[in-house]
Nanobody, 123 residues
């Protein structure tokens, strides 16, 4: 069974940091693009960051300079380091994997999704 499982969410204060992890199983994801999305209360799911199999990364403007995506292919795991958190970062965070991701922000480009982890930032 192919799975992505996120860990690391929680309740934190604004200005602090949090690191999310997403562990894959049932398949080797080293050749996949790995992305993070989030869905805030009453909002649509939106793109946060992507790490391509080549090592290239890109970010949504709203998190650029504060969030860093990284991956450990040996552990089949992708991470999202979130610094200087703001109340507006409150959301359920999802990781996703895609074999052929042409447009990082397009959810349909991803083949496998995790169940999500809640991040709440209090101001």
């Amino acid at each position: 069974q192919v799975q992505l499982v996120e860990h690391g969410g929680g309740l934190v204060q604004a200005g602090t940091s949090l690191r999310l992890s997403c562990a894959g199983s049932g398949r080797t994801f080293s050749g996949y693009a790995m992305g993070w999305f989030r869905q805030g209360p009453g909002k649509e799911r939106e793109f946060v960051a992507i790490s391509r199999s080549t090592g290239l990364t890109s970010y949504a403007d709203s998190v650029k300079g504060r969030f860093t995506i990284s991956r450990d292919n040996a552990q089949n795991t992708v991470y999202l380091q979130m610094n200087s958190l703001k109340a507006e970062d409150t959301a359920v965070y999802y990781c996703a994997a895609g074999a052929h991701v042409y447009s990082p922000w397009r959810r349909n480009d991803y083949d496998v999704w995790g169940q999500g982890t809640q991040v709440t930032v209090s101001s």
